[in-house]
């Protein structure tokens, strides 16, 4: 048995988590943000676009996801495994990536540009069918550990808000040695 989709629970999870980056952002001193982040090579502020990324991400995969769904079931099998193959490359541009983005969107812009996506990924959400909800297609699943073999476009809606809080869990906002809680804990 399949638990519905609750489209309502994941928008109120995008707003959280705008809201979450904004405090952390406002409270955050500019050295904290330099700070190397905990379990990762990136600084606070890089991780902190890094997670905002996983947002700018869905709006690409949306349209893969609907493209793919329609599409026989091994040419979806054999794209993930294509990528799969090219996961030492994606790591490296994900990678570097997050610590170019970061210089663009930095302290001052990624909250807005957080916004930005959430909002349009809402208003998509929102006009989504059950059955448009439903198509499914394989994914690259040594990219990301929240990809799943098979994600169906319901997966891909709620997948930023996993992404979101698993590197929230990361940063190293509080003090040089990490004692103070960190505002997204």
């Known amino acids: 048995m399949t638990v519905p989709f609750d489209r309502e629970a994941v928008v109120a999870e ?8 904004e405090a952390t952002l406002a409270a955050a001193p500019p050295e904290a943000l330099l700070r190397r982040s905990a379990g990762t090579r990136w600084s606070n502020e890089e991780l902190l676009y890094h997670m905002v990324f996983g947002y700018v991400v869905v709006l690409a995969l949306l349209p893969l996801v609907r493209i793919f769904g329609r599409l026989p079931v091994p040419v979806s099998r054999g794209f993930a495994w294509l990528l799969n193959a090219g996961t030492a490359p994606f790591n490296v541009v994900n990678y570097w990536g997050s610590k170019g983005g970061a210089r663009i969107f930095n302290r001052r812009r990624m909250a807005a540009k957080l916004r930005r996506v959430t909002s349009a990924l809402e208003k998509r959400l929102r006009r989504e069918t059950a059955h448009g909800l439903a198509r499914r297609m394989y994914f690259p699943t040594r990219w990301d550990p929240f990809f799943k ?18 590197h929230a869990a990361q940063l190293s906002l509080g003090s040089a040695h990490g004692n103070r809680r960190d505002p997204l804990k």
């Open 14 to 21: 995008y707003r959280r988590n705008c809201a979450e980056l």
């Open 149 to 166: 073999e098979t994600m169906t476009l319901a997966d891909v809606y709620a997948y930023p808000v996993a992404h979101f809080g698993f």
